[in-house]
């Protein structure tokens, strides 16, 4: 009789389940961290069907996709710091979005691994000079319907070997190319480009690093549509 009770009250926990799915309740949820006002939460959510939390509290093991938007890797908490590289080799999906208190400028050296870019200085936030965004992969999922501003200030970083360039901006910054870059065009200001957004797989997880504060393109009639094209990959990409 206990048992037959118990596979009853299985059943209906999971018609329950199923009951709370069909009706709209996010089962997944998409932690977003730092100076994110890029991302419009209801939005998102209605475009991802995943929650959107800004509770730096959260347990990543409860987390699909991480959002690290121009945040120090030393102002998150710390079970974060210790878990991140395991968040991502496990399983989970990462976004990680520049500003001056990202990648180099933001520490993340200690996390290098993970990261989609070869970092190079711990104070790469500058100012490149306004330059057309160029996409090197026109067909990614994240890219669709979406056309760029230009960009002006960037983390200055090299391309990471293994890593899928997505989006770069035309260089200038010496006369010859950086070890893994792509001379373009001719003529005096140097040929190097810049990465803009990379993909890196690493172990289970995958991780976007976009080089560029996505806040600086308020103005860019696309920003709403890259934000959710990102979340969306990334949130079928994550095992979690």
């Not at 709209?24 to 006002?37: F, K």
């Not at 347990?59 to 102002?75: M, T």
Request: charged share 15%; no cysteine.
């Amino acid at each position: 009789m206990r048992i037959r009770l118990a596979v009853v009250a299985g059943l209906l926990l999971a018609i329950g389940s199923a009951f709370i799915a069909q009706a709209g309740q996010p089962s997944r949820t998409i932690l977003v961290l730092g100076n994110a006002a890029f991302i419009n939460d209801a939005t998102a959510q209605q475009a991802t069907g995943a929650a959107i939390s800004r509770d730096a509290g959260m347990p990543l093991k409860d987390v699909a996709v991480l959002v690290l938007a121009n945040i120090p890797l030393s102002s998150l908490p710390p079970p974060i710091q210790d878990e991140l590289v395991n968040f991502v080799s496990g399983g989970g999906a990462l976004l990680m979005t520049g500003g001056a208190q990202s990648f180099g400028s933001g520490g993340y050296t200690a996390v290098a691994p993970i990261i989609p870019f070869e970092i190079r200085s711990d104070n790469d936030w500058r100012f490149i000079s306004f330059r057309a965004s160029i996409p090197l992969q026109p067909g990614h999922p994240i890219l669709a319907g979406v056309t760029f501003m230009t960009v002006g200030t960037v983390n200055d970083m090299n391309p990471r070997a293994g890593a899928l360039e997505i989006l770069q901006s035309a260089g200038g910054g010496g006369s010859a190319a950086r070890p893994g870059s792509v001379r373009v065009g001719g003529g005096g200001g140097g040929g190097f480009l810049y990465p803009l957004i990379a993909e890196l797989g690493v172990g289970a997880g995958r991780v976007i690093g976009i080089a560029f504060d996505l806040n600086d393109f308020a103005g860019m009639r696309d920003r709403d549509l890259f934000v959710q094209n990102t979340l969306a990959y990334l949130l079928a990409a994550s095992r979690r």
